[in-house]
Structure formats: C-alpha cells, structure tokens
C-alpha cells in the first residue's frame, strides 16, 4: 500500500520560505505522477503544483507561479515544494498527492489516488 508523508511545514513570516518533503514508499515512486494541494479552513482542496513521472512536466496554480517550485528525486522516492516569497493568503494545510501515470500531471483534486496526512503551512504578516 501506497504511503505518503509530509514534513517541512511550519510558522514563517511573510517573504520568507519553507521547503515540504513528501516521503513515498509501499509502490514505484517512478510510475507516479506526484502533487500539492493546500485546504484553508472553509475552503476546497486545491492544487499548488504537480510534476510528471519523470521532472519533466509540471503545472502550477496561477497564484503561486514565479514563488514555488515542485521537484523530485525518483532516487530518493521524494517529491518537494520549494516556497518563497510566501504570503499570508498561502496559509493552509499542505498536502501530497499521488496518481498512478506515467504521463500526466495532476491537476484537480479528483484524480489522486493516494494522499498523505498534510503539513500546515502558516505565514503571517
């Protein structure tokens, strides 16, 4: 079974940057398309970044493009989020997606087939 787990969130002010870690085992991290998503309390899961099987292709949300990089290490079976220039509207839980293709990105809430647990990310002003 397919596991995922978050670290790196934490408090920052705003500007600052975080980096997340998200640790896949239980399948073959190469045949994932991995994700972010971010929920605010009272709002949608929604995706931040998501990145192909290979590093290839990745996508991002509009408001985060420029800010956050998404990146992986088939080696280390270990996709991350590289965040700057953070804001206070970033504040969120974070969360790791997995979907079984060698192809696509992911790009809505419905396609993963695994989560992890989630990181909060709080960023004040």
């Known amino acids: 079974q397919v596991q995922l787990v978050e670290s790196g969130g934490g408090s920052v002010q705003a500007g600052g940057s975080l980096r997340l870690s998200c640790a896949f085992s239980g399948g073959t991290f190469s045949t994932y398309a991995m994700g972010w998503f971010r929920q605010a309390p009272g709002k949608e899961r929604d995706i931040v970044a998501s990145?192909?099987?290979?590093?290839?292709?990745?996508y991002y949300k509009d408001s985060v493009k420029g800010r956050f990089t998404i990146s992986r290490d088939n080696a280390k079976n270990t996709v991350y989020l590289q965040m700057s220039s953070l804001k206070p509207e970033d504040t969120a839980d974070y969360y790791c997606?997995?979907?079984?293709?060698?192809?696509?990105?992911?790009?809505?809430?419905?396609?993963?087939?695994?989560w992890g647990q989630g990181t909060p990310v709080t960023v004040s002003s």
């Open positions: 997606a997995a979907r079984t293709t060698r192809v696509a990105v992911i790009r809505t809430s419905t396609e993963p087939n695994y």
């Open positions: 990145i192909n099987w290979s590093g290839a292709t990745t």
